[in-house]
Nanobody
Framework: QVQLVESGGGSAQPGGSLRLSCAAS?????????MGWYRQAPGKQRELVAH???????VYADSVKGRFTISRDNLKNTVYLQMNNLQPEDTAIYFC?????WGQGTQVTVSS
């Protein structure tokens, strides 16, 4: 059974940065083709933020392109989301995803 545990959420001011981590257990992420981050804001549907595949190819939502960077560290069995120039509209619960399921989510709040 694959478990995904997110960390690194919190509060930031507009223009600030946070780095989210998704630690996987139960399977090596080097054998998981695609992993990603999604987010869900209050009253809205869950939406894709970014995906990364086993070759390191990335896909980003238009709203985060140029600000967020997804990466994976196979040795640490962890996927990261570096979020720069955060804006209030980035406020949401951020979920780690793989074909084996979802993490529990971590809250990100951006406000002045």
């Amino acid at each position: 059974q694959v478990q995904l545990v997110e960390s690194g959420g919190g509060s930031a001011q507009p223009g600030g940065s946070l780095r989210l981590s998704c630690a996987a257990s139960g399977r090596s992420i080097s054998s998981i083709n695609v992993m990603g981050w999604y987010r869900q804001a209050p009253g809205k549907q869950r939406e894709l933020v970014a995906h990364i595949n086993i070759a390191g190819t990335t896909v980003y939502a238009d709203s985060v392109k140029g600000r967020f960077t997804i990466s994976r560290d196979n040795l640490k069995n962890t996927v990261y989301l570096q979020m720069n120039n955060l804006q209030p509209e980035d406020t949401a619960i951020y979920f780690c995803w793989s074909v084996y399921g979802w993490g529990q989510g971590t809250q990100v709040t951006v406000s002045s």
